[in-house]
């Protein structure tokens, strides 16, 4: 039997000739001699190595259709074009579960700034620093994509535990209520401005603080910036829409106010005030004040700790760790205060525990203010009231800043506020060292004169 360049013989042998046309050049090779019939359990031996010298071609691997592949690749360049006055480039990319890829358009920039080529020379550029025509490339777009709930799975493993832990306490619950709901099984690159933005309103819709909406999305900036950090990628932009927070005033107690809690006050409360007033400290560095830190005779508080929820923690910032100077009538309080006590804390609870900010106010402040008919405020409105007199009294406002643990001055500007007896007084103050108008819209003579 003849195919082609291959003969088999009737005594089971293969000829194979590298030219049809030649047969002198034919070799033979037996792979056994052929069966007289079928038998129920053939036995198959295997097929001896042909060394004819002749070239066989590398099998080409199977390939499935509708997958990626590099190979059948050449290679993008982009596409230029303008539009609106603008060079607009053209490519496509990988995307994640998705077979095939999607058209990406970047502006590169304006017309009458620079020219065709060297726009697709910026085109050129950009695809080689995404590496869109790379391996790496492909490869990222056919594993799994990640999901927001995956990312906020490590973000609570590896990035929450270095964080106070009042937000350690928060946190969690709030990412459980406003985030994973959202955008938990989403896709990162499936995450976009429409989506962000559809979030917040919906928050709108329950009626949420502004205040409240905007740390939810500082959170939600937090954790994909930390993804980002942590993959070497450039941190993705979002353009929310959030609502404006009011500039509603903080309560705040002017000087008269702060005297008139202090002296009704009773027992360690009177000095917890009075200190509150006269050194603008935090209610938990107050609660998380010890004896050790006090040098009454220096009059300087060493504030090196805070307590929250009944913990003593480290301060609030960086900047809270501070030598706050105090008056010789508020170190002389203290001494009688404390009397022979060298150790523990110096305001505490019948049991030895730290004070907590919600009992003070609840059951001591606010019935105090109600009792002297002033407006209700909480320990923070010391805070306040303490940068107020202090701005209020041309103190340089670093020397402030430093006193109440602030990082910056534009937080003390928020914490600044000035009474209406202070602001007539300062306008008078001015506009007695002004010239006046006649009501006949002349100016006096003293002006007349000048001229």
Not at 287 to 312: A, I, K, P, T, Y
Request: charged fraction near 25%; hydrophobic fraction near 35%; proline fraction near 5%.
């Amino acid at each position: 039997m003849r195919d082609g360049n291959v003969d088999v013989t009737t005594s089971g042998k293969i000829e194979v000739r590298a030219d049809r046309r030649s047969k002198t050049k034919a070799f033979q090779t037996t792979i056994g001699s052929a069966p007289s019939a079928p038998t129920s359990n053939p036995t198959l031996e295997p097929l001896s190595e042909i060394n004819s010298g002749v070239n066989v071609p590398t099998a080409k691997p199977f390939r499935q259709k509708g997958k990626k592949y590099m190979s059948k690749r050449s290679g993008q360049a982009g596409q230029v074009f303008g539009r609106n006055g603008r060079w607009v480039g053209r490519y496509y990319v990988d995307v994640p579960d998705q077979t095939n890829r999607v058209r990406k358009a970047v502006v590169l920039g304006m017309i009458n700034e620079i020219t065709k080529p060297q726009a697709k020379l910026k085109l050129k550029t950009m695809l080689s620093d995404e590496g869109v025509n790379t391996p790496e490339h492909l490869a990222r777009s056919l594993r799994p994509a990640t999901v927001f709930n995956t990312v906020a799975d490590l973000w609570e493993s590896k990035r929450l535990p270095q964080l106070k832990e009042s937000s350690r306490y928060s946190v969690p619950k709030l990412l459980a209520k406003h985030l994973r709901p959202i955008f938990g099984p989403t896709a990162l690159e499936e995450i976009k401005t429409g989506d962000v933005n559809d979030w917040i309103t919906e928050m709108q819709s329950k009626e949420l603080e502004p205040k409240t909406i905007h740390n939810m999305w500082k959170l939600f900036r937090a954790i994909m910036n930390w993804h980002a950090q942590q993959n070497d990628t450039q941190p993705r932009k979002w353009y929310p829409i959030l609502p404006v927070i009011s500039e509603d005033e903080q309560r705040w107690f002017t000087q008269a106010e702060c005297r008139r809690l202090v002296e009704a006050a009773d027992g360690q409360y009177k000095l917890l005030f009075h200190l509150a007033g006269s050194s603008g400290l935090r209610a938990g560095e107050l609660f998380g004040l010890h004896v050790e830190d006090l040098n009454l005779d220096r009059g300087v508080v060493r504030v090196r700790r805070s307590v929250w929820r009944g913990q003593e923690v480290t301060p609030k910032t960086r900047k809270g760790y501070r030598d706050v100077f105090i008056d010789s009538n508020t170190a002389q309080m203290l001494r009688d205060h404390l009397g022979c006590r060298a150790v523990g804390r110096v305001f505490e609870t019948r049991n030895g525990t730290p004070l907590e900010t919600h009992n003070v106010v609840r059951q001591v402040l606010k019935p105090l203010c109600k009792r002297l008919g002033i407006m209700p405020g909480g320990m923070h409105a010391f805070r306040h009231g303490r940068v107020s007199h202090l701005q209020a009294n041309n103190v340089p406002a670093d020397f402030t800043k430093s006193q109440v643990g602030h990082s910056s001055l534009r937080t003390t500007s928020g914490y600044t506020h000035f009474s209406e007896d202070f602001a007539r007084e300062t306008v008078e103050r001015l506009a007695s060292g002004l010239p006046s108008r006649t009501h006949s819209g002349k100016l006096d003579s003293g002006e007349t004169a000048a001229n």
